[in-house]
């Protein structure tokens, strides 16, 4: 089932979102809905805040990615081949020069702008039959990880942004939360009225 994405200023996104067990009410059922709202966004990734549930939950598919022509053929094979569910993760480390890329969010639709982070990431974390794992990726994997790993942790992209920037988006903000944006998606605005 596609969920609605919760749109900018929602306060489930900026909750640090709690652990959960593989005793999770119909996980199955909502890791199935997770990857299908995703795919239906045509995201790379999606945490459960973003469908309004806070749980250390996120799942990354870094394939749209493998088109990017300026990429190796192992880079490009690398993300073809990355499509993983993290639960309960940790950031054990980042690491590396920090590098600027244009990032976007499926909860802050058409605002896009710059951000920089570190290239590698160690993290632990359980995938979906709660197995657990500790892996260190880079580049735009890493780069992924981050940004979905930061919902987990209540923080949005637009938060790393300079307070200039804030400034410049802060009116496309607004009307996010209030439901003036075009996006191809099911979404859910803060601030609409439920009725309307």
């Known amino acids: 089932m596609i969920l609605p994405v919760v ?18 009410p119909e996980f199955e059922k909502f890791m199935s809905n997770m990857w299908e709202t995703m795919y239906n966004a045509q995201g790379v990734g ?15 598919d870094a394939s749209p990615f493998a088109k990017d022509e300026d990429l190796s053929s192992e880079q490009q094979e690398k993300l073809k081949n ?24 499926l909860s802050i639709p058409d605002v896009r702008e710059d951000v920089y982070r ?23 994997i890493a780069r992924v990880i981050q940004h979905e790993y930061d919902h ?13 920037k804030k400034r410049i988006i802060k009116g496309k903000l607004t009307n996010i939360s209030k ?3 075009n996006a191809d998606y099911r979404m859910r605005f803060p601030l609409v009225k439920k009725g309307r």
Do not use: M
């Open 46 to 60: 999606l945490a459960a805040p973003q469908v309004g549930r806070s749980i250390r939950v996120f799942v990354v």
């Open 179 to 181: 439901g003036k944006v």
């Open 152 to 164: 987990i942790e209540g923080i949005l992209f637009t938060d790393k942004l300079s307070s200039l």
């Open 118 to 140: 570190k290239e590698n990431v160690t993290i632990k974390y359980f995938d979906e039959n709660f197995v657990e794992h500790t892996e260190t990726y880079n580049g735009l």
């Open 7 to 24: 749109a900018y200023g929602d306060p489930v996104l900026k909750k640090i979102a709690k652990e959960i067990t593989s005793e999770y």
């Open 82 to 105: 990355f499509k993983k569910a993290f639960i309960n993760p940790v950031i054990i480390e980042e690491t590396g020069e920090e590098w600027v890329f244009n990032e976007g969010c």
